[in-house]
């Protein structure tokens, strides 16, 4: 009884140190950033983790500057329609993929991963060129697409691991029960693979919203270009100041988004939805 | 309330063939069953009268009307899915609703008709839970809600109760049955247990290799089988076979001979083929001394294994032969044993008899009750002439 009980807390005491060794390593970065955004320009040298004075200018500096604004407003349509659009083909695509025998599927799947394989770098040349060429370069489309390719096979796996766990046979009742293909895709299979879209968005959209390398290369303007590759272009009010400040606050304005995609879809990404369809 | 009739029906899958040309009509209200051993084809049977699956060639009719090109949704039959397949994120009520919210019916219709359902189905204090909080007799009945809710022309059931306990699903096959009596609704019923087939069904098709072996109701099957296949699916414990030959005006046994059953006369039997001989357990009755009617079989039995039963008591005895080579039956009725020239009997005797295992019986057979089956093709030599 001692025994246990000893095992139990030291079991316990092992998995909180883990857990505040993890989070910490996960937060620290982000506290520094948060604690940077907050400093006056003078105090940003001073090496300390909490700031001395809490000042809001950096934040009301980057939001008053228009290539900012420009720039979130770019990186929050571009991420939105590159989710949307990789999820419907990803969608269709994986569901096929499952339901349909067709030869081949096996090939499409390696396929679809051999895409995600290819290093970004190693296209973004040709990319560069044909996109001035087709007149996609510096728009939105043209950062929209790359985006979604990149992201459709992740999309694609994702949604095909869920689709095959629903039994098939729910799929057949709902069309005796009167519902069109679509409307027993719509009204049962996607309820029921939510939590897989969820996960699927999640990916994809932090894809799209974090990228550097395909945001800095084929955009010139304030037209497409996103805040990664927007912050790379922040100056100080002089010559002589670096925009350290700026940068900070910058980054704290695009994390919080992604934070709070997470935390509002995380109850939405828990498994065991299916219990219950069919038996055990 | 439909009639359905399949017409030279066929269903091919790349290198097989699931259902081979298949016709039979099933008449408006009646309660079918089509049963058979596993991959014999009776789902795919099914799944095509529904229009899951399309017919490779042959038509299907209901009412008349050929439904071959018509989509599951306009069929309007339901179905009960031998996993249920009741909608994990829908309350019983909205799994009830569902097919009715797709008719385009209104609120106040849906809910009247979603509680008469829940009343015949005592679902009414289930309403609003979620099927994960349902037991798996209830999550059966609401399966059926959803399926009487629509008040369709066509029941079909998939192995409704195969997975459910054995006491629940005695249960619930006496409700089926009632429910079905009280609604009316042609029904169609697949399953693999014989008992559910023989107690549920107003006529049974018995399906194997996909392919009809024989209908009718479910005394014709039991005491004028078709052929072997059929005569050792149907009942339970199973008929007895054992190899038998015709030669010199008696059918020759290893139990001894015994003279032709009605049906059968000397005109018909061949000397020399090689015949099968069944006899159903409850058709062997101990006798006592000499007072055995003449042409009847009689014969004394070691007893090896007694099954006390309660209201009756099955007996095991070996029989052992050396002059019947090649005697077969067909691969699903087969034993364990690979032994090819002795079998263990069964027959079902009144438990008030006093015996042990060990000990020698008695006993006789009718040669009325005798079925007479071709060795090689297995068709029965006294149903041809019926």
Known sequence: MMRAGRQDRRERLWWGVGGVLVVAYALVPVAWLVSLSLKP???????????????LEHYVTIFQDPQFSSALWNSVGIAAISTLAAL??????????????????RLMLAAALAVAMFPPVSIIGPLFNMWRTLGLYDTWAGLILPYMTFTLPLAIWTLAAFFREIPWDLEKAARVDGASPLQAFVHVILPLAAPGVFTAAILVFMFAW???????????????????????????????????????????????????????????????????AIKG | ?????????????????????????????????LVGPSGCGKSTLLNMI????????????????????????ERNMAMVFQSYAIYPHMTVRENMAFPLKLAGLSQEDIATRVEQAADILELRGLLERKPGALSGGQRQRVAMGRAIVRDPEVFLLDEPLSNL??????????????????????????????????????????????????????????????????????????MNFLPGRWSGGSLQLPLGSIALP????????????????????????????????????????????????????????????SDYPGFTLPEELETDSKDTARR???????????????????????????????GTSGANLRAKSV
């Open chain 2, 344 to 374: 263990v009997m069964v027959a079902r005797i009144d438990p008030a008899r006093g015996l042990k295992e060990g000990d020698t019986l008695h006993l006789c057979l009718a040669a009325a009750h005798l079925q007479v089956f071709d």
């Open chain 1, 88 to 105: 419907l083909l990803g969608a269709g695509a994986a569901y096929a993929i499952v339901r349909l025998e067709f030869s081949g599927r």
């Open chain 1, 41 to 55: 320009a003078e105090d940003l040298g001073d090496n300390r983790f909490v700031p001395r004075q809490i000042t």
């Open chain 2, 1 to 33: 309330m439909a009639s359905i009739e399949l017409r030279s029906v066929i269903k091919r899958y790349p290198g097989t063939t699931a259902v081979k040309e298949t016709s039979l009509t099933i008449a408006d209200g009646e309660f079918f069953i």
């Open chain 1, 210 to 276: 974090n990228d550097f390398l395909f945001a800095i290369s084929l955009t010139s303007t304030n037209d497409a270009r996103t805040v990664p590759a927007a912050i790379a272009f922040f100056t100080g009010s002089s010559l002589f100041e670096l925009p350290t400040g700026a940068i900070a606050a910058a980054s704290v304005v695009v994390t919080l988004p992604v934070i709070l995609v997470v935390l509002l879809f995380q109850r939405r990404i828990v498994a065991g939805l299916t219990s219950g």
């Open chain 2, 165 to 238: 306990d054995a006491k629940l699903r005695t249960q619930m096959r006496t409700e089926l049955a009632r429910l079905q009596r009280r609604l009316g609704t042609t029904t169609v019923y697949v399953t693999h247990d014989q008992t559910e087939a023989m107690t549920l069904g107003d006529r049974v098709a018995v399906l194997r290799h996909g392919e009809i072996q024989q209908v009718g109701t479910p005394r014709q099957l039991y005491e004028h089988p078709a052929n072997l296949f059929v005569a050792g699916f149907i009942g339970s414990p199973a």
């Open chain 2, 262 to 321: 009605p049906g059968l006369d000397d005109a018909s039997m061949q000397a020399g083929t090689s015949l099968v001989l069944g006899f159903r357990p409850e058709h062997l009755q101990p006798v006592s001394g000499e007072n055995v009617e003449a042409g009847n079989l009689d014969f004394t039995a070691r007893i090896e294994v007694l099954e006390w039963m309660g209201a009756e008591l099955f007996v095991y005895f070996d029989v052992e032969w």
């Open chain 2, 50 to 73: 529904v229009g899951l699956d399309d017919v490779s060639g042959g038509e299907i009719l209901v009412d008349g009307q050929v439904v071959n090109d018509l989509d599951p949704k």
